[in-house]
């Protein structure tokens, strides 16, 4: 059969093609549902309306976007059974436990609370209401955490034994699997790009607006809420990023020495900004690289010695018996530079934008500015230019999507670095694809994932933009004046609801 | 009682749990056309389910992700075999939620109207599918000694299964028409009524059928009692709903899906899915199961996750448990 056809590659498309479309959705459901509940915190707490202006507003885009999390995030919990059943008969025991955890306990939290929010503004009391949609983020990070350690399993499966009688892989230590240092590393620099995420996010939107200087006072917060999340978030996904690599070093070298396409192992290792490789040769024909630099992020010290592609192949072959156990060098070396450039570029931009609009004693007095203006952008002591302010604010709309684009080739990179194993060292994934499916069906499946996956796309996009223009909404009577009672006040028997689709 | 009985238990409590709830959701999904004259009628049903339609699907998911850990080797024979029918559930579930979120947040009448259409197509096809899929893990499809499903799309709609599926798909329609009487006001309370009692009776008709031919198929005493409980049920439900006890009718049309789905589960077990080549070949409790260890710390996951999933949807219930008309719409935002 045609290689290019064949039902493993199919179904590794689909699965790549879905798993990046859905986790587009995720990062920003996460950290938009946090940073909408922070903002209807500050409401609650300040009666500011302001803050309900943007509550609304931020709460809108969130709710375009989680609808589509939610729908993409049912074909990942039944793909498995579906494309790849021998998968599933083997790990289930031990993988499927943290996907029915995932269910029962975050996935209902979040869809349930996610309905009383939507509807809740004239149902529940503010206080109630406002639990509901941290009820909801709650749901969102646990819901994360539970499928990141089921991943964390397939890059470094512990917990577990092999029953030989029956074939399978056996649960033996859930909490193992639940707190491995891969999973807890996987987690924490997940929601801290989710973060640097939803702030690149905020940031590109009330850039915006305070462009063209409308909804200044709802946008001046969310520029700067933006900024500390981009800012915050960067850090910590850079620090986690780094600990999350040297686990991986001592895990699964292989993966890491194909991120720098280092072939031959070297001691001191440099670390290689850009390589142009041959795989058949098996080593590069250009390179540029920083001496040690490698050596110190593997093991902390720039002068350990770090193994290549060549040597961890041969070590893997007397591991594991003959056969080739590289990833496809160039996606692993390319997706893990593209990961790291359009996340700190994001990063950069928001760490230069927290200096611009720095406040108070840091600013001359001359230069403060009262909530309804447009922020100064200072770099020293005077504020920049009309050309270069615009600049700015151009620049970070244009980059708010340069998060997506680090996350998805951060997941390509991980997921792709672990070939050919689907479980690392256990399970290779040409044995894990359902025999009884056959390439016809895979094919339709595919194609119909990805046609109506792009249709949705263009809707979704085309949404968030319209309600991006069109800004934080007016307030009504009915939302300055909350329901004390649950069930709302019944003065009016026909009084319209706040809200109904 | 083991472990993995008590899992057969529980798997069964999910699907109950995901009939009974989004059973009325695509119910209302399909009155959308057969009840609703306009547009605001067509909002009324909508937004009857508004808020609990997403909680009420994560009883599929639950039942998905607890079979994978529970019993894995259930849900890579079902998920592989029934490859094209879920395919299209899927597609159906994925269009439905965008339907609904997004169908009022543009006012072009298009827009509106092709996202009406998506409401009415997801939720009927879903309604008869899962029938279809149920008959057929009851009846036994043909599953070799892999485990794996050797049979063709073809195989799966046979009469039998058809039959199930347009009970379930009846039944839902009955059980939404009643819910839809239970949370509305005004003129089209009363043609809900109405029309559930005219779909109440072909539902009567089907689900007898269905269940009577599953007692002679795989039937046994206990099954018996929860087929008469399902049928006396249904009966009662259409009698509550002409006395216009919409409360009680809403409940009934509830215990007869709850009382037919135990009976397939009934019938199913110590089965998962029979295979019709060779009883041998048959996906039992025991051999499709997860470890003792596994399915240990998946039951205390379950008893204690899943009575408090019951409290705060139910209280969800009760917060949004005012009637509702084309007088209380809210003015869209656009």
Known sequence: MDLALAPETLARWQFGITTVYHFLFVPLTISLAALTAGLQTAWVRTEKEKYLRATKFWGKLFLINIAMGVVTGIVQEFQFGMNWSDYSRFVGDVFGAPLAFEALIAFFFESTFIGLWIFGWDKLPKKIHLACIWMVSIGTLLSAYFILAANS??????????????????????WRVLTQNTALNQVF??????????????????????MRKKHIPEMRTSLRLGLVTLAVGGLLTAVSGDTLGKVMYEQQPMKMAAAE??????????????????????????????????????????????????????????KFGPGDYKPIVPVAYWGFRWMIGFGMASFSLGLVGLWLTRKRFLLPAALRTGEDEVPHLVLLKKPLGSKLTRLYWLLALWTMAFPLIANSWGWIFTEMGRQPWVVYGVMQTRDAVSPGVSQAEILTSMITFTVLYAILAVVEVKLLVKYVKAGPPELTEADLNPPTKIGGDSRDADKPMAFSY | MELHDVWFVLIAVLWIGYFFLEGFDFGVGILTKLLARDRPERRVLINTIGPVWDGNEVWLLSAGGATFAAFPEWYATLFSGFY?????????????????????????????????????WTSLLPAFLWG???????????????????????????????LGGLVTLTLFTFHGAVFAALKTVGDIRERARKLATKV??????????????????????KSLVALVVAVAALVAALVANQAGREGWSFALSGLTIVAAVTMLFLTLFPNVMPSSLNADWNLTVTNASSSPYTLKIMTWCAAIATPVVMVYQGWTYWVFRKRIGTQHLAEPVH
Not at chain 1, 307 to 315: L, M, S
Not at chain 2, 139 to 153: A, L, N, R, S
């Open chain 1, 153 to 174: 399993w397939m890059q470094h499966p512990v917990g577990y034994r092999i029953n030989e009688a029956k074939g399978r892989a056996e649960l033996t230590d859930f």
């Open chain 2, 200 to 221: 109440g009776l072909v539902t009567a008709v089907c689900a007898l059928l269905f269940l009577l031919w599953t007692q002679v198929d795989s039937g046994d005493g």
């Open chain 1, 261 to 318: 396409a280092l072939w031959d192992g070297e001691k001191p290792a440099p670390f290689s900004v850009f390589a142009y490789g041959d795989v058949d040769q098996g080593h590069n024909k250009v390179a540029l690289e920083i001496p040690g630099l490698l050596s110190f992020l593997a093991h902390s010290d720039f002068e350990s010695y770090v193994p290549g592609i060549n040597d961890t192949n041969e070590a893997l072959q007397q």
């Open chain 1, 189 to 210: 620099h997940s929601f801290s790009a989710a973060f640097l995420t939803g702030g690149a996010f905020m940031v590109g939107i009330a850039a915006f607006h305070l």
């Open chain 2, 132 to 162: 279809v899929a149920f008959a057929n893990i009851v009846h036994g499809v043909k599953i070799d000694q892999d485990f794996e499903y050797v049979g063709t799309v073809g195989d799966l709609l046979n009469p039998y299964a058809l």
């Open chain 2, 84 to 120: 094209l029918p879920l395919l299209l559930i899927l597609v159906c579930l994925i269009v439905r939620g965008v339907a609904f979120e997004y169908r009022a947040k543009r006012p072009e009448e298009n827009w509106q109207r092709n996202w009406e259409h998506a409401i009415f």
